[in-house]
T-cell receptor, first 115, second 114 residues
Framework: GNSVTQMEGPVTLSEEAFLTINCTYT??????LFWYVQYPGEGLQLLLK?????DKGSNKGFEATYRKETTSFHLEKGSVQVSDSAVYFC??????????????FGQGTELSVKP | DAGVTQSPTHLIKTRGQQVTLRCSPK?????VSWYQQALGQGPQFIFQ???????QRGNFPDRFSGHQFPNYSSELNVNALLLGDSALYLC?????????????FGQGTRLTVV
């Protein structure tokens, strides 16, 4: 079945450092890919998405490119801030036997940014 | 727009009891999905409701059941609670227009089973 694998955390960075959180997926067909962010004690917020190969999703300085050849959707940000500290989830929807809107999530990567 | 609202925010129950969690979807959305998020894990899909019927179900036992009302709001019921049911329960709403449609999440209900 479909699955998502993220790099393990926690990831600790200094403010203004470059961020990469790796995400790879397994799916038949053409899923849509998402990054969600969860701040402490809160639900999930959509950060960005890409719905087809080579699409780049971007929001709030974060970017991720849908790479079908490497089945990846790595999250990047050029300069992180303390306020970016949160847990980041990579997810997919659709593709093969996963039709109908069921989101499949990775295990999450905790990011801690120090001043 | 109030977004997705869930109630209650927190809940403590005893093993063997039953619990009902509630969700109101974002305005304009007709599909509600429920997820269970154990501590330190990613959310796991429980089931999805559209047109008042369960459309998809994840790998959860029959103790987990749900309902969708004509106004699109939804309930999640869990019977015979186990300690392992302690988790954050998330409701997500979306529009039933196929894969790739953005899902909006509520703040969640933190259930503790003692």
């Amino acid at each position: 079945g479909n699955s998502v694998t993220q790099m393990e955390g926690p990831v600790t960075l200094s403010e203004e450092a470059f961020l990469t959180i790796n995400c790879t997926y397994t799916a038949t067909g053409y899923p849509s890919l998402f990054w969600y962010v969860q701040y402490p004690g809160e639900g999930l917020q959509l950060l960005l998405k890409a719905t087809k190969a080579d699409d780049k999703g971007s929001n709030k300085g974060f970017e991720a490119t849908y790479r079908k050849e490497t089945t990846s959707f790595h999250l990047e940000k050029g300069s992180v801030q303390v306020s970016d500290s949160a847990v980041y989830f990579c997810a997919l929807i659709g593709g093969g036997d996963n039709q109908g809107g069921k989101l499949i999530f990775g295990q999450g990567t905790e990011l801690s940014v120090k001043p | 727009d109030a977004g997705v609202t869930q109630s209650p925010t927190h809940l403590i129950k005893t093993r063997g009891q039953q619990v009902t969690l509630r969700c109101s979807p974002k305005s304009g959305h007709d599909t509600v999905s429920w997820y269970q998020q154990a501590l330190g894990q990613g959310p796991q899909f429980i089931f999805q409701y559209y047109e008042e019927e369960e459309r998809q179900r994840g790998n959860f036992p029959d103790r987990f059941s749900g309902h969708q009302f004509p106004n699109y709001s939804s309930e999640l019921n869990v019977n015979a609670l186990l300690l392992g049911d302690s988790a954050l329960y998330l409701c997500a709403s979306s529009s039933h227009t196929g894969a790739g449609t953005e899902a909006f999440f509520g703040q969640g209900t933190r259930l503790t089973v003692v």
